[in-house]
């Protein structure tokens, strides 16, 4: 809900070539990783090549949605709109069940409630758009 403190109005993603699965699984509700075949890795952000061994040999999955934080902050003033109108807000990294850390915020809490090592589960922003992309925004919020 805009306006409403820890609540944001997100700028809409762009899904390129390589993001696409990421987005469109949001839009979803299901966050979507990418895991290798070659080595196992998992990795986010989605890349077109597995960032530890270089293989092309890729898989989308959905993932747990489960984390926690690993670190945060709160932002208190920023001028620029949308996220003007949502101060307090948290910016966090969130370290998922699966590995990669996500930079992402942390919504539905009193941002003075966020601690690190808190349990988190994903939850999609779908802002209205006029492309008919079915995309959403992840974030998280206490498990
Ligand atoms: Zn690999």
Same mark, same amino acid.
């Given at each position: 809900? $805009?306006?409403? $403190?820890?609540? %944001?109005?997100?700028?809409? +993603? *762009?899904?390129?070539?390589?993001?696409?699965? *990421?987005?469109?699984?949001?839009?979803?509700?299901?966050? !979507?990783?990418?895991?290798?075949?070659?080595?196992?890795? /998992?990795?986010?952000?989605?890349? &077109? #090549?597995?960032?530890?061994?270089?293989?092309?040999?890729?898989?989308?999955?959905? &993932?747990?949605?489960?984390?926690? /934080?690993?670190? *945060?902050? !709160?932002?208190?003033?920023?001028?620029?709109? +949308?996220?003007?109108?949502?101060? $307090?807000?948290?910016?966090?990294?969130?370290? %998922?069940?699966?590995?990669?850390? %996500? %930079?992402?915020? !942390?919504?539905?809490? =009193?941002?003075?409630? /966020?601690? #690190?090592?808190?349990? !988190?589960?994903?939850? *999609?922003?779908?802002?209205?758009?006029? =492309?008919?992309?079915? #995309?959403?925004?992840?974030?998280?919020?206490? &498990?």
């Amino acid at each position: 809900m $805009p306006g409403m $403190p820890g609540e %944001l109005r997100h700028p809409l +993603p *762009y899904a390129s070539w390589e993001t696409r699965g *990421y987005w469109e699984g949001a839009g979803r509700g299901e966050l !979507v990783l990418q895991r290798c075949g070659a080595c196992g890795s /998992v990795q986010h952000k989605p890349r &077109a #090549i597995c960032a530890t061994c270089l293989s092309d040999d890729l898989e989308h999955f959905v &993932a747990s949605g489960r984390g926690e /934080v690993h670190t *945060y902050t !709160v932002t208190n003033q920023n001028q620029q709109l +949308p996220f003007r109108d949502s101060c $307090p807000y948290v910016l966090a990294y969130v370290e %998922l069940e699966e590995g990669p850390r %996500l %930079l992402t915020n !942390v919504v539905g809490v =009193d941002p003075a409630e /966020v601690r #690190i090592g808190q349990a !988190v589960v994903a939850d *999609y922003w779908a802002g209205e758009r006029e =492309d008919g992309e079915a #995309i959403a925004v992840p974030r998280f919020r206490p &498990a």
